[in-house]
C-alpha cells in the first residue's frame, strides 16, 4: 500500500532532475558528461566481464557505444570543424567498432584500447574550458554561434 521508498517517484524525480540539468548546463559541460558517461559506461562493461556478468557487460558496452555514436558524433560540427572534427568522428568509429568487437570476442583489452584513446581526449576537452575561464573565443564558436568541438 504504502512505502517510504517508491521506485517509480524516485526514478520520475531523477528523470526530471536531469531534463532540468540538461536545460542549464552548456555545451561544453554536455560534453564533458559525455566522455565521463563512456568512460564509466566502459569501466562497468570491464568490472561486469571481470565478475562474469555477461547481461551486464553487455548492457555498459552498448551504454558506451551509444553515448560515442549518438552523443560525441553527432556533436562534432562537421561542417566548420575542418580536419579536427574529421579525425574525431574516425576515432569515434574506431572506438565504437572496437568496443563491438570487445563484446563480442569478451576481450578487456580491446575495451582498455578504446579507455586509452578516449581518456586524452577528455582531459583535452576538460582543459580547453580551465584555459579559457568559460569564454568562448570567436574560433570556438561557428558563424551561427555554436561551439567548434575543438579539442586540446
Known amino acids: 500500500m504504502f512505502s517510504a521508498h517508491n521506485p517509480r517517484a524516485a526514478n520520475a524525480y531523477q528523470r ?5 540539468s540538461m536545460h542549464t548546463i552548456d555545451q561544453h559541460q554536455l560534453v564533458s558528461l559525455l566522455y565521463e558517461g563512456a568512460l564509466g559506461a566502459i ?64 576481450d578487456d583489452a580491446m575495451m582498455q584500447e578504446v579507455m586509452r584513446l578516449i581518456e586524452p581526449v577528455a582531459l583535452g576537452w576538460n582543459e580547453i574550458k580551465k584555459n579559457n575561464n568559460g569564454a568562448a573565443t570567436p574560433a570556438d564558436t561557428t558563424a551561427s554561434g555554436q561551439p567548434v568541438l575543438v579539442e586540446a
Do not use: F, W
Open 16 to 20: 526530471i532532475n536531469v531534463e532540468t
Open 43 to 106: 569501466a562497468t562493461a570491464r568490472g561486469a566481464m571481470a565478475r562474469g556478468d555477461i547481461v551486464g557487460k553487455c548492457n555498459a558496452i552498448s551504454k558506451a557505444v551509444r553515448i560515442i555514436e549518438e552523443g560525441l558524433s553527432t556533436a562534432l560540427d562537421k561542417v566548420d570543424g575542418g580536419e579536427l572534427a574529421e579525425n574525431l568522428g574516425a576515432l569515434y568509429d574506431y572506438c565504437i567498432r572496437r568496443l563491438i568487437l570487445a563484446n563480442a570476442r569478451n
